[in-house]
Structures are given as C-alpha cells and as structure tokens.
C-alpha cells in the first residue's frame, strides 16, 4: 500500500504517508520493505537520497539474522567498496551454504541447494541480480531473477535438474534445455505468458504440438500454444500444475483414461466449454476449472473423495454439474459464484460442505440435503436466491455463519443440536442462540428462552423492529448488520455483549438506547448508519469513540506486507467524533452520556460543548 502510494500519486502528503507505511512495515522486520527503503535512499537522482537514513537502515539490515539479507547487504558493499571490502568479504562468509528454493521434483523433494556464490559477483543493479541461478556445481537450475530483461533462456550445458516454477511468472519468449537435464520439477514455466518456444535437447523430454512431456509422454509439463482443441496421448497420467493456464482459445480437450492426476489451476481461465473427468483420476488440484467463463458442463467420473478448493469458481455459464457417488466432501468455494448452475445432484454419501461451497449460485434449485450431511460451512448457500425452502438432515452437527440466504426457510430434523420454528433455526450448545431468521415477520419478539443471536443470523433481512426478551445475554458481531429496513431494535436489560457491527449500515436506525448492564460494545456497531440521532448510554463500563462510528481491520497482504483498510466512511486513524458531525455524516446526532465524557480513539476527553454531548441527569 505504502508503495502504491509512492508511485502513483502526485500529492506530496499521500508520498509521505506511504514513506510512513513503508518505514512501518520495514520496523516489522519485513525485509522486502527494507530493500525498498534502501532502493530510495540510496539513489542520487532522487529527491529522497539520504545518506544517512541508508545507514540507518542497512544496520537494521545486518542485524536482521536473515540469509536474504545477507546477500543484499554483500551486494552493496561490493558495488560500493569493491570485492575487498572487508564488508563485503564478511557479509559473504555469513552466507550459509544452502539456499531454501520452492523445488517440488516429481520423483523426489528438494529442501535445500548448496548456492553458487560465484553469482554474487555479477555486476548488476544495486540491490537485485539478473539472470539463473546455480547450485554451486552447476548441476541444478534453482533460481531466477525474473526482472531482468532476458527474453531467451538458455540453461548452462551442466544442468540436469530444473526446479519447480524456476521461471514462473516471468517475462522469457524462449528457453532452451540442454542436453544433460534428466529431472525438471512442476512446471517451471507457469505463468508464462510470452513463451513462444521451448528447444529441448534432453533426450529424457519430449516437444510436440507445443506441448512439453517427459520422456514417455506420462507427464505434461507445459503448454505455450493458442490451439482452439488439442488431442492429448492416450499415456498420459499427469499434467503439472496451471499448464493451461489462461488459454482462452483453448474450447475442446479430451482427456485420456490413463489419466491420473490434474494439477492445480491447469485449466484455470481457459476457454473450454465442457469437461469430462475420467475415472481413473485420482488427485484434482483447487481451482483447476476456475475462471473458465465458457464451460457450461463438467463430469465427474472419478472415485475421488473430495472436491477441491474452487474448483469452479466463477464459472459464470457453468449450467450442469455431474459428480461420481463417491464424493463425502465439497471444498470451499467449489462452485463460488456460478450464476447459472441450476442442474446439480448431491451424492447421499456427502458429509461436509465447505464454507461459500455455491455461494452466488443465484438459479439453484436444492430442496433436500444429504441424510450423511454432518457439517455446512460459512455462506455455504448464501445468496441462493431460488432456494426457498430447504430440509437438513437429524446427522448435521455443525452450521456454520450466513450459510443459508436470509429468505431460504428451514425445515429441520430436530437433533441435540439444532430445531426450528415457523421464523428461526436455533442451535443448542451450551445455551438456545438464534442461528439463522427466516421468517416473513417484519416486527420481531425474541424468543423468552434465547440466550444469544449468532454472527449474521439477521444480516440483510427485512425486518423492522426487534423487541429482545430480558433473557438476552449477548448479540453477536454483524448479527443485524445491512438490515436496511430496521428502524428500532429495543435492548433489554442483562444483556452484556454487543459485538462487531452488530447495527452497521442499518440506514433507517435512528436511535439506540445502551442498557445498563452492557459491558462490552465492539467497534463499528453503529457504523454506516446516516439516520442515528441519538444515542442514550445508561452503561458505565463502556465508551463511545471513533470505532463505535467507524470499522477499521488490519489485514495482512501475502501474510508479509501489512497496511490497514478503512471501512466504507474512510476516517482516518485518530480522528474525533466531532469530525464526523462536521464532515455532515452525522449531522444531527445527539450522544447521551451518564457521568462521563466520550473519548477519542487515543483516550483523550473530548470537549462535551464541541461535539454535542449530553449528560444525562441520575
């Protein structure tokens, strides 16, 4: 986010803040984010050329303990101070031997390659390397630095062994395999979307029809062609991961019975418009069909046990789906969004469904579910808006969050866990919690013996008043979250919890009384609500601040780089309840406190004149 901003904006303040994330970050210990500080401190032609914030940070970098960093650090210093710079030599003895590579072999794993230092000595740009890198004998082609400007790729004649996405994602047109290469790992071409033509001169590989196979046309290695059908050989048992990758011209494919596995993404935004997936198949990798905006039908023949993960996710003209008996578990996302699925038979023998399963899946028709069926997922038929009526099974024991659309009644087979009535699905664990609201009512009373409303059991319903029974213990996060028509919800007293969002963008919401016995109010729960005008707080233990208003997340982008998202007001970290009356979003709400003064994010008292507070008398 940090570097989104430094590049693509022209307001000098937004330049800073994204110097600000990128400094956040990089303080993490988050390497990639101190590399970039190094590339802009350290360039002359820059307006943020700065001698001494580089030193900073390239002491953060050598106490760092990280091989990566290591050999940033003897890079510089090379070019700096040259090969007898005493840095450089140290920093180039502290590089381990062995260098950690993504190396998935077909026959065997390869954790670790002793590294070819020789590589660091290349002349190059200040803080990367261009070109291939070597084990230290030369034998195995372990890495590649793709931002170089190498169009053909032509391996070292020592080279027998090619690792796993070795030029993945990468810009070559070319690539030449020598003579001596006897293993090549999952398809290092992936994600090649400029590759032309790929000369072998291994003996142990085959070239045909712009296709890449081993020796014995067992394995399909890759595929660089734009053929509108392709006939594949009747050896065939594997194809590597994403080979048909984005190949929109791509309609017809016939795959073989010999055929035993299919890789992750192999099909994955293709052009092909029907699929039958033989029997012998015995591993499907996720997402395998996502994307394919032409498919229309898919056969599952295979005894395989489980369907991947988005398997056919955003298949959008996806219409008929034929699985084998022997599916027990549908994956997460399987059929996520297929607008037009409408034909699908659940085998009797599934026994979990996993989280958005058919989420989206706006022409499914689904009545009764599997007598097997043990647990459903979160949002597993949310937004199925044919569904309207649906039985479970005695056997479910788990369900999950939103897995049923707000207007999709339930008919259950009561269990010791769940039971419904004319309105609810209720679970029973250690108390009654109202788990999902189906009903046509739009004034609601909740029931005396409901102890608590789930995460989203009313979300997007059309509901307009709520009157909570004084057993009420707590209200879960998002539980009336987007429920547009609500216009009063009356809390009762002992209840003790509101959670996250629990009223966010409820448009018609104009007041809220907090009763006393509220010990806990999350953030965002009033968020988005434009008609609030007034607010009572009869609680002591709680605050009303910035977060009440406004939900902030943390997210964490490829589990490294971290920036932080606002929600839909977009206030800014620190902001004062006041900003939002005077930036109009609330311009008549009235807080009512008791005996206290509400508090910005940081904790300082805000001033009661300035922002239209009201102490209430005792």
């Given at each position: 986010?940090?570097?989104?901003?430094?590049?693509?904006?022209?307001?000098?303040?937004?330049?800073?803040?994204?110097?600000?994330?990128?400094?956040?970050?990089?303080?993490?210990?988050?390497?990639?984010s101190i590399i970039k500080l190094l590339y802009f401190y350290n360039n002359k032609n820059s307006?943020?050329?700065?001698?001494?914030?580089?030193?900073?940070?390239?002491?953060?970098?050598?106490?760092?303990?990280?091989?990566?960093?290591?050999?940033?650090?003897?890079?510089?210093?090379?070019?700096?101070?040259?090969?007898?710079?005493?840095?450089?030599?140290?920093?180039?003895?502290?590089?381990?031997?062995?260098?950690?590579?993504?190396?998935?072999?077909?026959?065997?794993?390869?954790?670790?390659?002793?590294?070819?230092?020789?590589?660091?000595?290349?002349?190059?740009?200040?803080?990367?390397f261009y070109g291939i890198l070597y084990s230290d004998n030369y034998t195995v082609a372990c890495?590649?630095?793709?931002?170089?400007?190498?169009?053909?790729?032509?391996?070292?004649?020592?080279?027998?062994?090619?690792?796993?996405?070795?030029?993945?994602?990468?810009?070559?047109?070319?690539?030449?395999?020598?003579?001596?290469?006897?293993?090549?790992?999952?398809?290092?071409?992936?994600?090649?979307?400029?590759?032309?033509?790929?000369?072998?001169?291994?003996?142990?590989?085959?070239?045909?029809?712009?296709?890449?196979?081993?020796?014995?046309?067992?394995?399909?290695?890759?595929?660089?062609?734009?053929?509108?059908?392709?006939?594949?050989?009747?050896?065939?048992?594997?194809?590597?991961?994403?080979?048909?990758?984005?190949?929109?011209?791509?309609?017809?494919?016939?795959?073989?019975?010999?055929?035993?596995?299919?890789?992750?993404?192999?099909?994955?935004?293709?052009?092909?418009?029907?699929?039958?997936?033989?029997?012998?198949?015995?591993?499907?990798?996720?997402?395998?069909?996502?994307?394919?905006?032409?498919?229309?039908?898919?056969?599952?023949?295979?005894?395989?046990?489980?369907?991947?993960?988005?398997?056919?996710?955003?298949?959008?003209?996806?219409?008929?789906?034929?699985?084998s008996g022997a599916i027990r578990i549908i994956g997460d996302g399987a059929f996520y969004n297929?607008?037009?699925?409408?034909?699908?038979?659940?085998?009797?023998?599934?026994?979990?469904?996993?989280?958005?399963?058919?989420?989206?899946?706006?022409?499914?028709?689904?009545?009764?579910?599997?007598?097997?069926?043990?647990?459903?997922?979160?949002?597993?038929?949310?937004?199925?808006?044919?569904?309207?009526?649906?039985?479970?099974?005695?056997?479910?024991?788990?369900?999950?969050?939103?897995?049923?659309?707000?207007?999709?009644?339930?008919?259950?087979?009561?269990?010791?866990?769940?039971?419904?009535?004319?309105?609810?699905?209720?679970?029973?664990?250690?108390?009654?919690?109202?788990?999902?609201?189906?009903?046509?009512?739009?004034?609601?009373?909740?029931?005396?013996?409901?102890?608590?409303?789930?995460?989203?059991?009313?979300?997007?319903?059309?509901?307009?008043?709520?009157?909570?029974?004084?057993?009420?213990?707590?209200?879960?996060?998002?539980?009336?979250?987007?429920?547009?028509?609500?216009?009063?919800?009356?809390?009762?007293?002992?209840?003790?919890?509101?959670?996250?969002?629990?009223?966010?963008?409820?448009?018609?919401?104009?007041?809220?009384?907090?009763?006393?016995?509220?010990?806990?109010?999350?953030?965002?729960?009033?968020?988005?609500?434009?008609?609030?005008?007034?607010?009572?707080?009869?609680?002591?233990?709680?605050?009303?601040?910035?977060?009440?208003?406004?939900?902030?997340?943390?997210?964490?982008?490829?589990?490294?780089?971290?920036?932080?998202?606002?929600?839909?007001?977009?206030?800014?970290?620190?902001?004062?309840?006041?900003?939002?009356?005077?930036?109009?979003?609330?311009?008549?709400?009235?807080?009512?406190?008791?005996?206290?003064?509400?508090?910005?994010?940081?904790?300082?008292?805000?001033?009661?004149?300035?922002?239209?507070?009201?102490?209430?008398?005792?």
């Amino acid at each position: 986010y940090g570097l989104r901003l430094i590049h693509t904006s022209n307001d000098q303040k937004q330049i800073q803040c994204g110097f600000d994330y990128l400094e956040k970050s990089a303080k993490l210990n988050h390497i990639e984010s101190i590399i970039k500080l190094l590339y802009f401190y350290n360039n002359k032609n820059s307006i943020y050329y700065d001698k001494t914030k580089l030193s900073e940070w390239l002491n953060v970098l050598e106490d760092s303990n990280n091989n990566e960093a290591y050999h940033i650090i003897a890079k510089y210093y090379y070019d700096e101070e040259g090969k007898e710079s005493e840095k450089y030599k140290k920093y180039i003895s502290l590089l381990t031997d062995r260098l950690y590579v993504p190396a998935l072999i077909m026959t065997s794993q390869i954790d670790k390659i002793p590294i070819n230092k020789d590589f660091y000595n290349q002349k190059s740009s200040k803080f990367g390397f261009y070109g291939i890198l070597y084990s230290d004998n030369y034998t195995v082609a372990c890495g590649f630095y793709k931002w170089g400007n190498i169009k053909t790729a032509k391996l070292k004649e020592s080279v027998n062994v090619i690792v796993s996405c070795l030029f993945e994602d990468s810009d070559i047109k070319e690539v030449i395999i020598p003579k001596n290469v006897k293993i090549i790992g999952n398809n290092p071409f992936s994600f090649c979307k400029l590759l032309k033509n790929i000369s072998c001169q291994s003996p142990c590989f085959v070239v045909k029809d712009n296709m890449l196979f081993d020796g014995n046309m067992k394995r399909l290695i890759c595929y660089w062609g734009n053929d509108k059908a392709i006939k594949l050989p009747n050896t065939l048992e594997i194809i590597d991961d994403n080979v048909f990758y984005g190949c929109m011209y791509l309609e017809q494919i016939e795959l073989p019975n010999s055929l035993k596995v299919i890789g992750k993404g192999a099909f994955y935004n293709s052009g092909i418009r029907k699929i039958v997936v033989p029997k012998n198949v015995t591993t499907i990798g996720e997402k395998c069909f996502s994307c394919c905006g032409n498919l229309k039908q898919i056969t599952i023949l295979s005894d395989i046990k489980e369907i991947p993960l988005a398997l056919c996710s955003f298949c959008n003209d996806l219409e008929r789906v034929f699985l084998s008996g022997a599916i027990r578990i549908i994956g997460d996302g399987a059929f996520y969004n297929c607008r037009n699925l409408g034909d699908i038979s659940l085998p009797s023998c599934v026994e979990f469904i996993g989280s958005d399963a058919f989420y989206g899946c706006t022409k499914l028709k689904l009545s009764i579910l599997s007598s097997s069926l043990q647990e459903i997922g979160d949002r597993a038929f949310y937004n199925c808006t044919q569904i309207k009526q649906i039985s479970l099974p005695s056997s479910v024991s788990e369900i999950g969050n939103k897995s049923f659309d707000s207007h999709t009644r339930i008919l259950c087979e009561s269990n010791d866990t769940y039971f419904a009535d004319d309105c609810f699905l209720y679970e029973h664990k250690d108390d009654v919690s109202i788990k999902h609201y189906f009903g046509d009512k739009v004034d609601v009373e909740i029931p005396s013996f409901v102890k608590q409303i789930s995460q989203s059991a009313f979300e997007e319903s059309d509901v307009h008043t709520v009157l909570c029974s004084k057993s009420l213990i707590k209200i879960c996060d998002r539980a009336f979250e987007c429920c547009s028509q609500l216009q009063s919800i009356i809390l009762n007293e002992n209840l003790k919890e509101i959670g996250e969002c629990s009223f966010s963008s409820c448009e018609l919401l104009s007041e809220l009384t907090i009763p006393k016995t509220v010990i806990m109010f999350s953030r965002g729960v009033i968020s988005s609500c434009p008609n609030l005008s007034k607010i009572i707080v009869k609680s002591n233990a709680i605050e009303i601040n910035n977060e009440s208003f406004e939900y902030r997340t943390n997210l964490w982008y490829d589990k490294r780089v971290m920036y932080e998202e606002y929600g839909p007001n977009k206030f800014l970290a620190g902001s004062c309840i006041e900003e939002f009356i005077e930036d109009e979003i609330y311009p008549e709400l009235f807080i009512f406190v008791k005996n206290k003064i509400v508090c910005n994010l940081d904790g300082e008292s805000v001033d009661k004149h300035t922002i239209k507070v009201k102490l209430l008398d005792e």
